[in-house]
């Protein structure tokens, strides 16, 4: 079991900077790919940005590659998503997640089995 808790959201001005955490309990942190995905109002819950357990791999959607950055530190099981030059579009809630895949970087929900509760970004143009 792992339980996921998201922080770092907030409010900010159109290319300004977020960075998100997400904080893992349970030993078995490092097993799991991590993902963060989000979700605006109305819209389907859409992949962000994924990394392997050793954090060597990593994989964005195409419109925040070059601006988001995804990394994570397996002592303080916490993954992070570094967020640069936002877009008004970038507002959503933002939930990270983990997933038992191996070998390549699970882009689809499904994949993942432990969710956390989210954390709103909203960016203001």
């Known amino acids: 079991q792992v339980q996921l808790v998201e922080s770092g959201g907030g409010l900010v001005q159109a290319g300004g900077s977020l960075r998100l955490s997400c904080a893992a309990s349970?030993?078995?942190?490092?097993?799991?790919?991590m993902g963060w995905f989000r979700q605006a109002p109305g819209k389907e819950r859409e992949f962000v940005a994924t990394?392997?357990?050793?954090?060597?791999?990593?994989d964005y959607r195409d419109s925040v590659k070059g601006r988001f950055t995804i990394s994570r530190d397996n002592n303080k099981n916490t993954v992070y998503l570094q967020m640069n030059s936002l877009k008004p579009e970038d507002t959503a809630v933002y939930y990270c997640?983990?997933?038992?895949?191996?070998?390549?970087?699970?882009?689809?929900?499904?994949?993942?089995?432990?969710w956390g509760q989210g954390t709103q970004v909203t960016v203001s143009s």
């Open positions: 990394v392997t357990w050793s954090g060597r791999g990593t």
């Open positions: 349970g030993r078995t942190f490092s097993s799991y790919a």
């Open positions: 997640a983990a997933s038992p895949t191996k070998g390549v970087v699970p882009r689809s929900q499904y994949e993942y089995i432990y």
